[in-house]
């Protein structure tokens, strides 16, 4: 009897370990558990873009020990491009990198990185302008664009990245090193904004898609592209165009969100970092990632053969009174645009005095 009792204790002790241990492993997978968002991309897996987005997630896994995690989407997969800030709005997607001019008819004020040369030599300061989160005027552009896509979208705007140069791309040995130039010439141009900076230069704006540009070139279609830099090498349009003029007339911009409910699902630990490793990387990838592709682009251009026509100073200066035409028209869309462009240009004599 006696001996019964001891060992029905020593079971007791044994299963009392078991679950202690077993009760303890629950507790640290609920420590470490991961949480997993749809993130649908516009771009391809060979777009620059898409490798730039390699590193964010890279850096989302070390700031999160691995507890956030994306199931990715390249190429609209999910849902058609146009459609895909609905699809982030609707919870169908968690998160969206995509090019805010594609929605601009939803939210006009987030295509303001568009505007023709808002980021002329002045990269890093309009992305510090745009990104700056400490409220009040410093931020009130920022806050501006975050507001806006939280009203109108139900989304978080993370940040932007400002990606390649937007220049023209000249048919076979066509040279366009003056704004006269551009006159009448049928000019390829993607619709939003760049067909109104097309217009603008008295040139016949044609829209088709991308996959539609190098048959055209082939067939003259089109006597340039205002497009931008590295679809001479990506696109293989060096093989029918052979110059590019600069300085860029704009410079396209990406954008990254997150669905509203999607973000206040998650902890508060890993929101903050989430929020902070896409301001971290946005600012590398508009400073640093963008600026040594376009570099490696321009060199690999030149060895193919390729001409980089710069316009003087004087043809620049022309073209920007051209385009205030377009700033004019983007400031008409909403009172949010119009306050937007009123903080750019006070902030751009600020730059230009330094």
């Not at 409220?135 to 940040?159: F, M, P, Q, R």
């Amino acid at each position: 009897m006696i001996l019964r009792q001891s060992t029905v204790k020593k079971f007791s002790i044994i299963v009392f370990i078991f679950l202690f241990s077993a009760g303890s492993g629950i507790f640290d997978q609920a420590q470490s558990k991961t949480y997993k968002l749809r993130f649908q991309m516009a771009w391809h897996t060979q777009h620059p873009q898409y490798k730039a987005y390699k590193e964010f997630t890279r850096m989302v896994k070390e700031a999160t020990d691995g507890q956030l995690k994306f199931i990715v989407f390249p190429a609209s997969q999910l849902i058609g491009r146009n459609e895909a800030l609905d699809g982030l709005k609707n919870g169908t997607i968690d998160m969206l990198a995509s090019c805010g001019a594609y929605y601009h008819g939803m939210v006009p004020e987030g295509d303001v990185d568009w505007l023709p040369y808002v980021s002329l030599n002045q990269r890093e300061n309009f992305w510090e302008l745009m990104n700056c989160r400490e409220g009040g005027e410093k931020g009130e552009l920022h806050d501006i664009i975050y507001d806006s896509y939280l009203k109108k979208a139900n989304s978080v705007w993370l940040t932007n990245v400002i990606c390649g140069s937007s220049g023209i791309i000249g048919r076979g040995e066509n040279r366009y090193d003056t704004i006269e130039s551009l006159k009448n010439i049928k000019l390829r141009a993607a619709g939003g904004v760049s067909t109104r900076v097309a217009k603008a230069w008295g040139a016949c704006p044609v829209t088709m898609a991308t996959g539609e540009i190098y048959p055209a070139l082939q067939r003259g279609t089109v006597d340039a592209l205002l497009f931008y830099a590295y679809g001479l090498k990506d696109y293989k349009f060096f093989e029918v165009a052979k110059t590019f003029t600069r300085p860029p007339v704009f410079t396209w911009a990406d954008d990254l969100w997150i669905n509203k409910n999607s973000m206040e699902k998650l902890p508060k630990d890993l929101q903050t970092a989430l929020i902070e490793t896409a301001h971290k990387w946005g600012k590398w990838a508009s400073c640093e990632y963008w600026l040594a592709y376009e570099a490696e682009n321009e060199k690999w251009c030149l060895e193919k053969g390729v001409t980089f026509v710069d316009l003087d100073q004087e043809n620049i200066e022309k073209s920007k009174e051209m385009m205030e035409e377009v700033w004019e028209w983007y400031a008409s869309e909403s009172d949010g645009c119009r306050r937007m462009v009123e903080i750019i240009r006070e902030q751009k004599k600020n730059w230009e005095k330094k």
